[in-house]
Nanobody, 119 residues
């Protein structure tokens, strides 16, 4: 059984910062990539950022220069540092991991954490 546990969401004023964390645990052989999606109310889930085991990163144009993704491979944890937050960043943020467990490649999702940017 593999689980992803997210933390760090909350309410922040425009221009503020938040740091999201997501730790993977359980029967994990290896993790190829981890990342984040977000889903605003009434909209589809959208990709935000991703990072490979080798440290290669990529992020959506809407967050470039404001969000930074990083990873602690030893602890199977991915972080999303969000700066200069805007009201349009308000969404539920979901982390994911592309991993191998029990000889099978799977995509595992976290339960989501709410980020609200409002004055």
């Amino acid at each position: 059984q593999v689980q992803l546990a997210e933390s760090g969401g909350g309410l922040v004023q425009p221009g503020g910062s938040l740091r999201l964390s997501c730790a993977a645990s359980g029967s994990i052989f290896s993790i190829a990539a981890m990342g984040w999606y977000h889903q605003a109310a009434g909209k589809q889930r959208e990709w935000v950022a991703s990072i490979t085991v080798g440290g290669d990163t990529n992020c959506a144009d809407s967050v470039k220069g404001r969000f930074t993704i990083s990873r602690d491979n030893a602890n199977n944890t991915v972080y999303l540092q969000m700066n200069s937050l805007k009201p349009e960043d308000t969404a539920v943020y979901y982390c994911y991991a592309a991993l191998r467990s029990g000889g099978v490649g799977i995509i595992k999702w976290g339960q989501g954490t709410q980020v609200t940017v409002s004055s």
